[in-house]
């Protein structure tokens, strides 16, 4: 029987994301460890929202072409268009318009930050700095599996 992809960080999936990976902390990515991909997957892409924000989903972090056969991805990837280490893995806008990672900063109340893992079966042909809704439109067709981890902050 097939396995369920699965990504897991630092925190339980529901529990509290610990300081340092938020806006009141360091402000750093948190280690991503990754699970049971399908041995068709070429690459795989990370998408971290927050679904409580008040204008709708608030995209944190948008990540793509890491390779399929990578297990854990390192805290604290820089915010760069290419992510060291990751052997070509690129990075696109949030919605604070940065590159790279932005941790939760919710303005009221406790927020549920969404991290979502995609194994995809191609590379994308997807400029650095691309949005969520690019990404979600060049992933169209590829995706093999889906999982996500919920973490909750408040200030």
Do not use: C
Request: proline share 6%.
């Amino acid at each position: 029987m097939e396995e369920d992809l699965v990504i897991k960080s630092s925190f339980e999936d529901g529990g509290y994301i610990p300081e340092e990976y938020t806006a009141d902390g360091k402000d750093i990515s948190p280690p991503v460890i990754i699970e049971n991909v399908l041995p068709e997957a070429e690459t795989l892409a990370i998408i971290v929202d927050d679904p409580d924000a008040p204008g709708g989903a608030f995209t944190h972090w948008l990540i793509w072409n890491i390779s399929a056969d990578v297990k854990e991805i390192l805290k604290n990837i820089e915010k760069k268009e290419k992510a060291k280490g990751l052997n070509g893995a690129l990075q696109g806008k949030n919605d604070f318009n940065n590159l790279g990672y932005m941790g939760p900063a919710p303005p009221s109340g406790v927020h549920t930050y969404r991290f979502f893992i995609y194994a995809l079966d191609a590379e994308l042909n997807l400029k650095a700095g691309a949005d969520k809704e690019t990404l979600l439109n060049s992933m169209e067709g590829h995706v093999l599996q889906k999982a996500v981890l919920k973490g909750e902050y408040t200030r």
